[in-house]
């Protein structure tokens, strides 16, 4: 349908609007009139995906000196194709002229797309991509042409019509999902990695990854081509501060350290034998070196490797300083640093140390300078080019010190340095490790904010929302929560206070040991079991505290009576284990045996998997999962001006609220959620969950005890079981929306 | 806030504040200690669980307490009924008549559970035994068979047969419950028995379930699937919250699946089951099945009826037009030749499923207006002494108005308009 939004006309692909959706495009249009930021939160299963893209688009077509670039980043591949697959249903509603214009793609790794039969059902694809496709094989193999190099087929199509610059006859416009530009690849045989890297820059619409922007190791190589006026929207991002801190944090563990003295050695055979037989190709490399890293761009492009960390533009333009310029001398500077590491690694106690003392003392006891450190990870990426190594997994490790390094030499502030030699979970192994932690998650995102003028954040939950402005250092120019039009009640927020014998619950560290606590709480789990049906998921605080309050279940026999009802099931830090319980567990929904799933809050479930439908009829949130880190908090105080409290009750909440909001992804379907823990029924805590669970959460059911949440929970299932008008009233047709306009006007 | 309460039943919101007054001082964490002092439910909370007297009351406009109208709620409530059942057959659905369904009753520790009155087990035997009865009186050529789980195992308390009270009785006296449900092996028990009966009759299976789980031996998707193969309609009324396996169960078989609210909704979802559903697509081809017409015994004629083995005169029985054994009761099946024995009001009965009574239009009553001011049925007057209820109902055939209760009475029971019938003998 087409409507009219304050002078603009809107194509929306469906013949009927929700209110929030409307209101969800207003504010993306007033944003993009002002050429400024936006922070929305909407719920999921509202369209979300729909409002944004029909908005953009329409936009785009009406202002034709903007053109469309739209930049969409999701978090999963499976996310990727939902919205490319929106997209292609809002292109089939646009009048022909323009949709024959536009072209949308996704992009993903090699991995995903790789049509090579021989590379795509190997493990090690990028590895095996590099072999067949590197420059210097092509010239090899273009040299002489009897001795058979191995070549890919369809990456020699790409380079062929790259050449002649006719890749576009590859490429009608239209909607390329991977699987298309698979088949694509296919029928043409062209390489499709490379034909859709290569469009990104023609291409209108681009869905992919966050991490191709956000991190800069890959951001540069992928978002490079990117204008000022593209929009940029990140989509279910709640924790986007923890990944750029992610993408700027590296742990460094006595593998790393034996791997990486592992690749020098491999590396100085390599320089040895280079010096033998092809000495020109070194000292090419140093003379590249002298004229400074800006120049670098005379390498082909394809060869690109991971190319350079989130630098300021003046150290791209320093050269190279002269120590580290020949390959010899820098593989010296590196031997030195490892052994440093290996030095400082072997400690007894616990070791905080910022980046600057940390680069004194490396320094002081390895002869290393700070701006030497900071070109070490260019240095490296330029020496293994000009060896011309393939094999980049092998050189992980190397490649991971020189990271560390590099980040030391150039941050000063917002990074600390841990030494551990325990492992939290483990105190009696001696598992040394070396983490560079980023508390700045603003560094990462700042390029980003700063390169393009319209950046939409987007998610489910973003509660409260003026923290994170202050969080990612930016301004935006409508931040605003939108809550969700229902035809009925369809979640039932709780919040537990006390056990059936009245006595209050919590995981307070004073209090999460005694056992009545553990005993209510095991009785709340039970007296859910039995009366809800299929899939019950459980979130607890952190593994330690769900493995302790496991174990006394079933010392009290309490998990032996929810077995009756219901399997149970546990994550674990173990990626494969935890896949075997998720499938097993759905398993168990699907055939009716009913099944629980524990999980824990910071863990690996609660982002990406979904407990929707009757994979989740109830999540139990045990406790607040409260995230202490002492210099992180610090840090924020003294920069953001954010209080510590303020900071983890934010911090705290919004995981919960991630947790419980796993259960419900559509309008459609239903689900309960129980906040079990007293503090939540206080005021300071109840605010900070986002607007549409607040809004469902009523005062009746702030201070439930066992038996009365249980009733409540038995009341909702049965309302819920009913049959109900799935076209509802929420939703808003043409006509209703021209009448609203007409109404305006006359008033 | 909760200790405070203890000062006597006259507790109210000025207890409460002068509790919290009280407490003031105290920190929150001291104040929540307080709730652990093991008492015995008080009222308020009690109220949570006890029989909710509140809701036979309901506010009228000027704000005050009146308990509910039933007999205009129960009126609604049927016409609502009446319109879904004949916005169905406004199609002319061929009807399966002749049907075969089982009953299965879980009996398993969820059925003790006390959230219906007395207990679950003893609302769905009560509503059961209401239904079966209804059951007969719609569908007299239909059978019917119990079943029952009970410790993960299903077993079958009755035969399928044509007897209600047989059912009734058999079903009264084995209530107890226990152990885990099974949905497969009740699924499994009935599929082999309805895989027997010949082409014709309709298999069905109406599960009353109890249970939130069900612990199978195998794979319950596999036994879904066989009965969808073998086309038995399986239809699950649930007591306590949607189940995804029974969701998938009545949508893969063509059943209904329905959860009940309390227990007036559970009869009323059970007796959605009584008229004959549509039939199938693949039986929609006309055959002939075989039926004795039996006689009632002579009066001097003694017998031994071939069901009980009992002696009885031959007035208390019929006689098989085949081979003349006597039989109790009607319809059945002979159990001496196998012949279907039906009796023709039988017959006759189960032709108004083809052919309803249209439903009738509400109506207002107008003053002044001419006739019609008596119900055409029971010529009761139609204008109501207080003046607030005189809507009534019209035939919209013959244009004659009727009370509600007559409204009910023909559509459920005589099944024929008065009005209609009567218009028919003048013109002929």
Redesign the interface.
């Known amino acids: 349908m087409w409507f009219d939004l304050d002078g603009l006309p809107v194509c929306f692909p469906y013949d009927a609007i929700y209110p929030e959706q409307h209101e969800y495009m207003g504010e993306l249009k007033r944003a993009l009139d002002a050429r400024g930021h936006a922070l929305l939160e909407m719920p999921t299963g509202t369209g979300k995906t729909a409002a944004l893209i029909s908005l953009i688009t329409s936009y785009a077509l009406a202002n034709p000196s903007r053109p469309l670039r739209l930049f969409y980043c999701t978090r999963t591949v499976h996310e990727m194709e939902k919205t490319l697959a929106e997209l292609r249903l809002l292109f089939s509603h646009l009048p022909p002229a323009d949709a024959c214009r536009l072209l949308a793609l996704g992009l993903s790794s090699r991995k995903n797309l790789c049509v090579h039969p021989q590379v795509s059902a190997s493990g090690a694809v990028d590895t095996g991509c590099r072999r067949l496709t590197a420059s210097w094989v092509c010239e090899k193999a273009a040299y002489d042409r009897e001795s058979a190099t191995p070549l890919c087929d369809y990456f020699e199509t790409f380079d062929a019509a790259a050449r002649k610059g006719d890749l576009a006859l590859y490429i009608q416009p239209g909607v390329y999902t991977l699987a298309d530009l698979r088949s694509l690849g296919r029928e043409r045989r062209i390489c499709p990695y490379f034909l859709a890297r290569h469009m990104v820059k023609h291409a209108n619409v681009v869905v992919y990854s966050y991490q191709y922007l956000l991190d800069p190791r890959v951001a540069s190589i992928v978002s490079s081509e990117m204008q000022k006026d593209c929009v940029v929207v990140f989509d279910e991002v709640h924790n986007i501060d923890n990944v750029c801190i992610e993408a700027l944090s590296v742990s460094i563990r006595k593998q790393t350290i034996q791997g990486a003295k592992g690749n020098l050695r491999h590396i100085s055979q390599q320089i040895d034998r280079f010096k033998a037989t092809d000495a020109s190709r070194l000292n090419a490399e140093y003379r590249r070196l002298v004229d400074g890293l800006a120049q670098r761009g005379n390498l082909p492009i394809s060869d690109a490797w991971l190319a350079n960390l989130a630098l300021p533009d003046d150290i791209l333009k320093e050269a190279v300083p002269g120590n580290i310029r020949k390959a010899e001398h820098f593989l010296t500077v590196l031997w030195r640093l490892v052994r440093n590491l290996d030095e400082r690694v072997d400690t007894e106690n616990v070791v905080n140390e910022r980046p600057v003392s940390f680069a004194t003392s490396i320094y002081s006891l390895a002869g290393i300078e700070t701006t030497t450190l900071r070109f070490l990870y260019d240095r490296l990426q330029s020496l293994l080019l000009t060896l011309e190594i393939t094999d980049t997994d092998e050189f992980m490790h190397i490649q991971k010190i020189c990271d560390f390094a590099t980040l030391i030499g150039t941050y000063k502030r917002g990074f600390s340095i841990i030494i551990e030699p325990y492992d939290d979970r483990m105190p009696d192994i001696r598992d040394p490790v070396i983490q560079l932690s980023c508390h700045d998650a603003s560094l990462a995102i700042q390029p980003v904010f700063n390169r393009f003028q319209t950046v939409v954040i987007t998610s489910g939950t973003l509660s409260p929302i003026d923290l994170y402005p202050r969080l990612l250092n930016f301004n935006p120019v409508i931040s605003r929560s939108f809550t969700m039009s229902l035809t009925r009640d369809c979640i039932c927020p709780m919040v537990l206070?006390?056990g059936s014998?009245?006595?209050?619950v919590s995981t307070k560290f004073d209090m999460r040991s005694d056992p009545g606590v553990v005993r209510n709480y095991g009785r709340l789990l039970l007296e859910m079991a039995?009366?809800?049906?299929?899939g019950i998921v459980c979130f607890f605080v952190s593994y330690s505290y769900m493995d302790g309050i496991v174990s006394s279940w079933n010392d009290m026999g309490i998990l032996q009576e929810i077995m009756?009802?219901?399997l149970v099931f546990i994550e674990t830090p173990d990626v494969v284990e935890t896949t075997l319980a998720l499938d097993n567990y759905r398993k168990a929904?699907?055939?009716?045996?009913?099944a629980v799933f524990f999980s824990v809050a910071r863990g690996k479930v609660v982002e990406g998997i979904d407990f929707n439908?009757?994979y989740g009829?109830l999540v139990i949130m045990f406790g607040v999962p409260f995230q202490y880190t002492l210099s992180k908090l610090e840090y924020l105080r003294e920069t953001s001006q954010i209080q510590e409290g303020d900071f983890l009750t934010f911090d705290a909440l919004r995981q919960a609220a991630q947790c419980v909001g796993r259960v419900i992804r559509s309008k459609a379907d239903y689900g309960m959620m129980i906040f079990a823990d007293?503090r939540y029924s206080r005021h300071d805590k109840r605010s900070k969950l986002p607007g549409w669970i607040r809004s469902h959460l009523h005062d009746a059911h702030l201070n439930l005890s066992t038996?009365?949440a249980l009733?409540t929970a038995?009341e909702f299932?049965?309302?819920?079981?009913?049959?109900y008008d799935k076209a509802g009233s929420s939703g808003q047709t043409e006509e209703n929306l021209q009448d609203k306009a007409r109404d305006a006007m006359e008033m | 806030m909760y200790g405070v309460g203890g000062g006597g039943g006259g507790f109210n919101a000025s207890s409460t504040a002068s509790g919290r007054r009280r407490n003031q001082e105290e920190d929150e964490e001291d104040d929540e200690e307080e709730t652990g002092d093991g008492r015995v439910l008080e009222a308020w909370e009690r109220a949570y669980a006890d029989d909710r007297s509140w809701e036979a009351l309901q506010e009228d406009e000027s704000g005050l307490l009146r308990p509910i109208d039933t007999k205009n709620l129960v009126h609604s409530q049927y016409r609502r009924r009446l319109l879904l059942r004949s916005a169905a057959a406004a199609v002319r659905i061929q009807k399966g008549l002749i049907r075969y369904l089982y009953i299965v009753i879980d009996l398993s520790r969820a059925a003790s559970e006390m959230d219906y009155r007395p207990s679950r087990m003893a609302v769905v035997a009560k509503c059961a035994e209401a239904f079966i009865r209804e059951f007969f009186d719609q569908n007299p050529l239909s059978h019917v068979g119990l079943v029952t789980i009970k410790d993960g195992i299903s077993h079958r308390l009755t035969d399928i047969g044509g007897s209600p009270e047989s059912q009734i009785k058999a079903l009264m006296g084995k209530l107890e419950c226990s152990g885990d449900s099974s949905l497969q092996n009740a699924l499994e028990l009935i599929h082999g028995y309805l895989n027997q009966i010949p082409s014709y009759g309709h298999k069905e299976v109406l599960i009353l379930y109890s249970a939130l789980n069900t612990c199978d031996p195998g794979d319950v998707m596999e036994t879904v699937e066989k009965c969808k193969k073998s086309k038995i309609r399986c239809s699950v009324i649930g007591l306590a919250a949607e189940i995804f396996i029974c969701k998938h169960l009545c949508e893969e078989t063509g059943g209904s699946y329905t959860v009940a609210l309390d227990e007036s909704h559970f009869k009323e979802l059970l007796l959605e089951h009584a008229p004959p559903p549509p039939a199938i697509a693949e039986y929609a081809a006309a055959n002939l099945i075989k039926m004795g017409f039996p006689q009632r015994g002579a009066e001097d004629l003694i017998s031994i009826c071939s069901c009980h083995k009992k002696i009885k005169s031959g007035a208390e029985g019929y006689i098989c037009p085949r081979c003349k054994v006597n039989v109790c009761e009607l319809p059945t099946e002979c159990r001496t030749c196998g012949l279907t024995l039906v009796s023709s009001p039988h017959l006759a009965r189960s032709y108004h499923h083809l052919f309803p009574v249209a439903p009738f239009d509400e109506v207002t009553f107008k003053l002044g207006q001419k006739g019609g001011q008596n119900c055409y049925g029971c010529q009761q007057s139609l204008i109501n002494s207080d003046s607030q209820s005189n809507l009534h109902v019209r035939c919209p055939k013959c244009n004659q108005h009727f009370c509600f209760d007559c409204d009910i009475y023909i559509h459920e029971s005589l099944h024929n308009c008065p009005g209609c019938e009567s218009q028919r003998s003048f013109s002929s």
Do not use: I
């Open positions: 206070t006390r014998d009245q006595l209050p039995s009366a809800v049906p299929d009756q009802h219901k929904c699907d055939c009716g045996r009913g439908r009757h009829r007293k038996d009365m009733h038995r299932l049965r309302r819920m079981a009913q049959p």
